[in-house]
T-cell receptor, first 113, second 115 residues
């Protein structure tokens, strides 16, 4: 399984754009990249998933360069409620056998007023 | 149901006691996963079911841990003779199988404290 490396923590201010980069040098051809968000006392919540180039949804954007050895989660105009831990995962598409997806320690984002 | 439901929300067990943690996945979700999350750490994989079949249990830390999903819906994680190192949040997640672009949906977890 491809191992991921993320910054341990990041600080930001309300209204700023936050970019969290994840390194996954050993990503396999079939691997997808998935990001989750976790608030205290809750389970992780799916944010976005992609395979290559750029993916955008109502919450975030995911940028994946051509070599796919890294990816960047972009959160536009963060608010205090975006303070959470963000996990980058690499593995088979969920539900098709990627049951050993490795979460790692994640990135603790702290948004200040 | 609308989400993944786990019970109890909190459990305090005396060392040596057996505990059973329940997970109600989203209706129709074929895949079910259990994770263990220690304080300040990311979730760690324990075991995986596809319907009633336990396809992988390599993450279970010892033979004191046992999981089942007899009818392919509700799952129970049982821990026998609990030890202090078992204290953690136990998360259950489910997903639709074969739907490559869907992520896991997690429950809020059961926080187990062994005293």
């Amino acid at each position: 399984l491809a191992k991921t490396t993320q910054p341990i923590s990041m600080d930001s201010y309300e209204g700023q754009e936050v970019n969290i980069t994840c390194s996954h040098n050993n990503i396999a051809t079939n691997d997808y990249i998935t990001w989750y968000q976790q608030f205290p006392s809750q389970g992780p919540r799916f944010i976005i998933q992609g395979y290559k180039t750029k993916v955008t949804n109502e919450v975030a954007s995911l940028f994946i360069p051509a070599d796919r050895k890294s990816s960047t989660l972009s959160l536009p105009r963060v608010s205090l409620s975006d303070t959470a831990v963000y996990y980058c995962l690499v593995g088979d598409p969920p539900g098709t056998g990627g049951f050993k997806t490795i979460f790692g320690a994640g990135t603790r984002l702290f948004v200040k007023a | 149901g609308a989400g993944v439901s786990q019970s109890p929300r909190y459990k305090v067990a005396k060392r040596g006691q057996d505990v059973a943690l329940r997970c109600d996945p989203i209706s129709g979700h074929v895949s079910l996963f259990w994770y263990q999350q220690a304080l300040g750490q990311g979730p760690e994989f324990l075991t995986y079911f596809q319907n009633e079949a336990q396809l992988d249990k390599s993450g279970l830390p010892s033979d004191r841990f046992f999981a089942e999903r007899p009818e392919g819906s509700v799952s129970t994680l049982k821990i026998q003779r609990t030890q202090q190192e078992d204290s953690a949040v136990y998360l259950c997640a489910s997903s639709q199988s074969g739907q490559g672009n869907y992520g896991y949906t997690f429950g809020s977890g059961t926080r187990l404290t062994v005293v």
